[in-house]
């Protein structure tokens, strides 16, 4: 008896090899998308605080529409992406390079203040 259940391989790449597609996916982004950025850096981490695979990236900062409240001095802000549920979500290195890039592209609209309900609009949600 077969499961009903597809069953794919699941990506194995440890933290160096999934920050080194992060990164070639980061310099794949557009120059005027990336040279905005201000005082933010970009960090790999295994999984949420709460362990889950449901969340691929996160933004953890002031947004530039809210940088009023910015003080001088202050920590960078953060962009996280999450490597297991990245590669618990694809099949293969292409779909995770996608998958990168698109989270890039969400994650660093929200820098910019653009909203999940806007991104979804947009497509990249």
Do not use: K, Q
């Not at 259940?5 to 990506?11: F, G, I, S, T, Y």
């Not at 970009?42 to 530039?64: C, I, K, N, T």
């Not at 099949?91 to 592209?105: C, G, M, Q």
């Amino acid at each position: 008896m077969h499961d009903d259940v597809e069953e794919h391989a699941r990506l194995d790449l440890d933290a160096a090899a999934f920050e080194a597609l992060v990164v070639s996916e980061l310099d794949r982004l557009p120059d005027d998308m990336v040279e905005g950025l201000d005082n933010v850096i970009f960090v790999v981490e295994d999984r949420p605080e709460d362990g889950s695979l449901d969340l691929l990236g996160l933004y953890d900062g002031w947004a530039l529409t809210e940088r009023e409240r910015y003080g001088s001095g202050e920590l960078p802000d953060r962009i996280i992406l999450y490597r297991e549920p990245h590669l618990a979500a694809c099949a293969d290195e292409d779909e995770l390079r996608d998958e990168i890039h698109t989270t890039l592209v969400h994650e660093i609209a929200h820098f910019y203040g653009i909203d999940d309900a806007r991104l979804h609009e947009l497509g990249w949600a």
